[in-house]
């Protein structure tokens, strides 16, 4: 029994006390920074609905590249933009598209990095869906699941052959992760690991990065095959699923409104987990920050913490190279 009821204040008022028993630390290695890789050479162009970051092409995306590494930042993940769309999104497994391109340079100039791919139709589709649109029986449009998991092995591939560490399908197509595991390990690529977008829910916070990855829908939503944001039980279906096709990492998305999910997936499965705090929750700090309402530091600090405490032993955020910096002091 505790007697002395005033210890723990008495701890909280000594900075080396706090500090030392301190239970939930964020650091640089927790961390991953997502990059937007454009065709062309020495791009670096601001998004205007995400401050602070950029469309690079993969030259400079090197750059940045060891600018993270510099940090103590361990990992990148990669989204490409296509020179053209077209209908079936072709750029996404060019083995010249700018995702393999830009890991190519990176394995050569950082190759402690890991580097890991977004695999997904969006960015390149001309009707901005995650896969194959056809015509449904009432004539309504629906994304093919068969077809386009077709497609994403096609592109994993690409990306494996290009030397990514980790590919990351984001489509939530059913059986993808099995499909991409067979056809990895069939191609002798048996060390290169899937990180799935296990339980990604079909957000209003994914705004900024549809026009950061030129990626919103011409028609439709993408409800038919996200998650609905009122479903718990189906996130740990979704998570056991991908388990057991051969996921090495898995992800809950978004990840402030799901903190609950994260927690859950991380009690009930004990398994590698991350957590990607996405374009919404990252706009709304820098916006917030520039109108001078909030502190940006102690907010960005505390945002993660409550990822990382929640169970997440990996957090995507682009807040990545600033929070390095932050915690660090």
Not at 140 to 152: A, G, H, I, K, P
Not at 167 to 193: E, H, K, Y
Not at 207 to 229: C, H, L, N, V, W
């Amino acid at each position: 029994m505790i007697s002395d009821s005033a210890r723990p204040r008495r701890l909280r008022n000594l900075k080396w006390a706090r500090d030392m028993f301190r239970e939930t630390r964020v650091t640089a290695e927790n961390l991953v920074y997502p990059l937007f890789v454009t065709p062309g050479k020495k791009i670096k162009k601001e998004i205007s609905s995400m401050p602070g970051c950029f469309h690079v092409s993969a030259d400079e995306a090197a750059v940045e590249a060891g600018k993270c590494r510099d940090l103590g930042i361990n990992a990148l993940l990669m989204f490409g933009l296509p020179s053209k769309k077209d209908p079936l999104g072709k750029e996404a497994y060019d083995p010249k598209g700018p995702v393999p391109e830009a890991v190519r340079l990176i394995k050569r100039s950082v190759p402690e990095l890991a580097v890991i791919t977004d695999v997904c139709l969006c960015e390149y589709t001309s009707h901005g869906h995650c896969g194959v649109v056809k015509k449904g029986p009432g004539g309504d449009f629906l994304v093919d699941n068969d077809s386009t998991v077709e497609l994403l092995v096609k592109e994993a591939l690409v990306h494996a052959r290009a030397g990514a560490d980790l590919v990351a399908p984001s489509d939530m197509m059913d059986n993808r992760v099995g499909a991409i595991r067979r056809a990895l390990d069939g191609a002798g690529f048996q060390q290169t690991g899937i990180l799935s977008y296990a339980a990604k829910y079909s957000s209003a916070f994914y705004g900024p990065f549809r026009e950061a990855a030129e990626s919103a829908p011409q028609f439709g939503d993408r409800k038919t095959y996200q998650m609905d944001p009122a479903n718990f039980l189906e996130a740990l279906r979704e998570v056991e699923l991908d388990i057991m096709q051969g996921a090495d990492i898995v992800m809950v998305k978004p990840a402030l409104a799901y903190l609950d999910v994260l927690r859950a997936v991380k009690e009930k499965f004990q398994f590698p987990t991350a957590a990607y705090n996405v374009s919404g929750e990252y706009s709304m700090v820098k916006l917030a920050a520039q109108k001078g309402l909030i502190n940006e530091k102690a907010m960005v600090l505390e945002i993660l913490t409550s990822i990382k405490r929640a169970g997440a032993d990996m957090i995507i955020t682009y807040h990545a190279k600033e929070a390095a910096k932050w915690s660090a002091e």
